[in-house]
């Protein structure tokens, strides 16, 4: 049989099973009027598929559970803490090893230790926690990825890839040592969830590096990328993915991980570098901000399952072919259906183009939120908003932040939903689709200071 003729089935079985409401569209209706329109704002029991994010909604192997029951809970040098370690040099390739409770006390540390006021710090698209960490530490985030990545139809394999003439202009514009490191982040969440090649990440290390400028990695999806570089670039197709992440990390002097993401746990991340001077400070830090450097921010058992996860999540392609396989199923059925959205489909989720699907509101009046509530009300499916209200304003002038992106981000859970789950997903966006035209506009009646879409409120136009 042709290898395309077979389906993405899951290298799974289920052993337990978490039940979960069907609600009816009144109750909806008020469930989120009183979450303020926002989808963060919901109660999760008035939700019934929470597509809201694939962080930290992960399930766990049965041997992932098991490594709860053996962690080892010593404050100072748990044997869990070297079993993490051991995994991380394993699969990521990095000596050093600083453990934090999430991807973003990674940042905090990395930023701080690296930033000083009046730095620039380039990246490929930005991401809401890695940006207000940079921007905490005084310096300004430049945006140096491909203009495919600003063009939801646009199909391009490698819509992370960096523009190595953006990044050459903003060396010879502000000098190389205004730019403390060059943050490059892998298969980019803010774009769709789309890769960046080998061959570009290759080029752009070697470009930094000629200027002197470190290479770090926000590693977070590095797992998802390695698949579409198996799948899509030239001589890595008979590569696993277990070498094609260590071959990404060879290009590059440190990473920020959430180990939410690819790693299959519900909460923890690490810093991890090459230099040991780097990781000596980063270790002073730790110690102040997250925890002692043996466990940074998590427990002997979060950290034991973390070890297993990061083993579990390379040990055979067939677990990110499987999870990448539902994303596009997912994806197809909505394509199908000739709905507008980011393209090629990425690697977590499904992100809706608001701004093409309702037209008639203006970008102040918040696309991308008022479709993730009209599909909450419509099925209890529940997604993000990324666009505008995301993007924040700009600290300088105060206004908001125009991003070209406006979506509704429909993220996929890893191992968690059926095709089922994902069939009801697609005719609710269908339904909603059919009648945009009864979408309307939304204003802030809160509106946060930082990283406001989080617990903003908004009301009907
Ligand atoms: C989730 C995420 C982060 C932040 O990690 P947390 O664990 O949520 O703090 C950083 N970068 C990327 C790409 C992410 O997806």
């Not at 690296?114 to 300004?140: C, K, W």
């Not at 990545?149 to 890839?161: I, L, Q, R, T």
């Amino acid at each position: 049989m042709e290898p395309h003729r077979r389906s993405w089935a899951e290298p799974y079985k289920i052993k337990v099973v978490e039940p979960i409401t069907m609600t009816t569209p009144e109750h909806r209706r008020q469930a989120i009027r009183a979450a303020g329109f926002n989808s963060f704002l919901l109660r999760s029991d008035d939700v019934y598929i929470d597509l809201l994010t694939d962080s930290g909604t992960s399930a766990m192997s049965d041997y992932q559970w098991a490594g709860l029951m053996v962690g080892d809970e010593a404050y100072a040098g748990s044997k869990s803490f070297y079993h993490l370690v051991e995994a991380v040099q394993e699969v990521y390739g990095y000596p050093e090893l600083i453990p934090t409770h999430q991807g973003r006390g990674a940042e905090h540390i990395l930023s701080q230790l690296l930033i000083s006021p009046g730095d620039y710090v380039p990246g490929n698209m930005y991401f809401t926690t890695t940006r207000f960490h940079q921007e905490f530490a005084g310096g300004v985030f430049v945006d140096v990825i491909i203009d495919e990545a600003h063009m939801p139809s646009v199909e391009h394999p490698f819509k992370g890839n960096i523009d190595l003439v953006k990044l050459q202009k903003l060396i010879d514009d502000v000098g190389a040592d205004k730019i403390p490191y060059i943050s490059v982040e892998t298969n980019v969440n803010m774009a769709g969830g789309q890769p960046m090649s080998m061959a570009n990440l290759k080029a752009t290390y070697e470009l930094c590096h000629a200027h002197g400028i470190p290479v770090m990695l926000d590693a977070t999806r590095a797992l998802e990328n390695a698949y579409f570089i198996q799948q899509r670039e030239g001589g890595y197709e008979n590569k696993s993915v277990k070498e094609i992440v260590l071959e990404i990390c060879s290009h590059s002097d440190g990473a920020t991980v959430s180990s939410k993401k690819d790693n299959l746990v519900n909460i923890g991340g690490f810093l991890a570098v090459r230099d040991p001077e780097l990781a000596r400070r980063a270790r002073a830090m730790l110690v102040q901000f997250e925890g002692l450097h043996t466990y940074g921010g998590m427990s002997g058992r979060d950290m034991e399952a973390l070890a297993r996860g990061i083993h579990e999540m390379v040990d055979t392609d067939d677990h990110v072919r499987a999870r990448v396989g539902q994303v596009e199923y997912l994806g197809n059925a909505l394509l199908k259906a000739g709905i507008p959205l980011v393209r090629p489909i990425g690697g977590h989720g499904i992100f809706l183009d608001a701004a093409a699907i309702l037209p008639h509101l203006a970008q102040d009046q918040f696309p991308a939120q008022a479709l993730t509530a009209a599909l909450y009300v419509d099925s209890g499916v529940r997604g993000m908003e990324r666009g505008i209200v995301s993007a924040g304003r700009d600290p300088k002038t105060g206004d908001h932040r125009y991003p070209k992106l406006e979506l509704v981000r429909m993220a996929i859970p890893r191992r968690v939903y059926t095709q089922a789950h994902m069939d009801v997903t697609a005719e609710s966006v269908v339904e909603v689709y059919e009648h945009r035209e009864s979408v309307g506009g939304l204003k802030f009646t809160y509106e946060p200071e930082e990283l406001r879409f989080f617990q903003a409120r908004f009301e009907e136009i």
